[in-house]
């Protein structure tokens, strides 16, 4: 923790911290959550953490929230990814939620919002085959017609599809100005008519999906925001956004040398832990000091977010989710290498450290996009 926490926030990072140890603490427990790791989301455990109210640490109170801060936020992120809790869709969750809490209508907030409250989870849509990094150049085309939207095209790596009630999709409404122009947002409830969801297997299971959109119709009151006005709204996302992830790879990172800690003190070789040889230990102190840079970072960054809500951080968010994905990646693999073979054994957690680490520097915008954009802000 960091030292600045208040006694509330350090009491709510011991809560969540426990609650993970109760629920999901060893590996049988996980195993038997997610189906011996083939689903990175469970339900029911999400719906008992919706019960305690920590979903809706960041939704205003009147649609059942608690109205926290993204300090608070972090704080849950970063004590479930260390818990290894299996609840992959609150990051997709708080992401699509803090875009429906700023453009979204009264009637849309009740729906989103106090779902998420509830325990729903949320899921949103950008990319597509030819729009990965260069999201502006999407070409899912939303066509008015009398009675509201027609919607068709294809979007892919779309994360939690297959289990969230409604999908924030981002579609082409207007192709006469820039391609950054013409984006606008739709609120797409998941089964709507026309929709097919597919998923996509990857190395950690199923987590992404294409969606396939035919003839899909939307009434008017679906836009989320302005007509045309999707590109900027998605920038004004960014810091909650890169917060998110960088708090989650956090977590992971931290659990991932926990693991190592342990087998290093634990395991014996030549007659004493391999820890206290010199090779180990002073990887262990390079990585200690790589998460608490990370942490005073994220934690930093949220503070800044708090102070001034109305302002973006291109550079601070980017670096956050910069500098969280790689410390994760890094620890996770010399977590591997110290472990030796038992590193790379699907009975020890941290092969699946290493491949939840890997994907962590592509989603929401690779690293290489992130390096762009710091350099950018200096001006390069």
């Known amino acids: 923790m960091t030292a600045d926490f208040t006694s509330e926030q350090r009491d709510f990072a011991d809560a969540v911290a426990a609650f993970c140890r109760r629920e999901c603490g060893t590996r049988e427990q996980r195993d038997a959550l997610t189906d011996h790791g083939a689903h990175s989301h469970n339900q ?23 109205a926290g801060t993204a300090v608070d936020m972090c704080i849950l992120l970063e004590q479930s990814a260390r818990g290894m809790a299996p609840i992959g869709g609150i990051g997709p969750t708080l992401i699509t939620g803090a875009a429906y809490a700023k453009f979204g209508t009264a009637q849309q907030k009740q729906v989103v919002l106090g779902g998420i409250v509830r325990g729903a989870s949320e899921s949103i849509s950008m990319s597509e085959p030819e729009a990965g990094s260069d999201v502006g150049n999407l070409s899912c085309r939303a066509e008015k017609v009398d009675d509201g939207w027609l919607i ?30 013409g984006l606008t947002m739709f609120h797409l409830p998941a089964n709507t008519p026309g929709l097919k969801i597919s998923g996509i297997d990857t190395m950690g299971g199923r987590e ?29 996302g960014l810091n ?44 262990i102190a390079d990585l200690a000091t790589e998460i608490e840079c990370t942490r005073l970072l994220v934690y930093s960054t949220a503070r800044m977010v708090d102070a001034h809500p109305e302002k973006l951080f291109p550079r601070e968010a980017s670096m956050v989710k910069l500098k969280a994905t790689e410390t994760a990646k890094k620890v996770a693999l010399e977590g591997m290498q110290m472990m030796g073979g038992y590193g790379y054994a699907t009975e020890f957690d941290m092969e699946g450290h290493v491949r939840k680490t890997l994907v962590s520097s592509i989603y929401g915008g690779t690293n290489e996009i992130q390096r762009d954009i710091i350099g950018k802000t200096y001006g390069l």
């Open 44 to 66: 029911d455990l999400y719906r008992k953490m919706a019960d305690l109210g920590w979903l809706g640490v960041t939704i205003p109170e009147e649609y059942g929230g608690s």
């Open 152 to 181: 068709n095209g294809q979007k892919t790596w779309c994360s939690n599809a297959h289990f969230a009630e409604n999908i924030l999709l981002v579609a082409r409404t207007d192709r006469g100005g820039s391609k950054h122009e």
């Open 208 to 236: 992404v999906n294409d969606l396939y959109l035919t003839d899909v119709h939307l009434p008017d009151d679906a836009v989320v925001g302005e007509v045309g006005g999707g590109w900027a709204q998605l920038m004004t």
């Open 240 to 283: 909650i956004e890169r917060l998110i992830l960088g708090a989650m790879m956090l977590g992971t990172a931290q659990r991932a040398f926990d693991d190592t800690l342990e087998f290093v003190t634990q395991r014996t070789q030549f007659g004493r832990p391999v820890g206290t040889f010199q090779a180990l230990r002073h990887r």
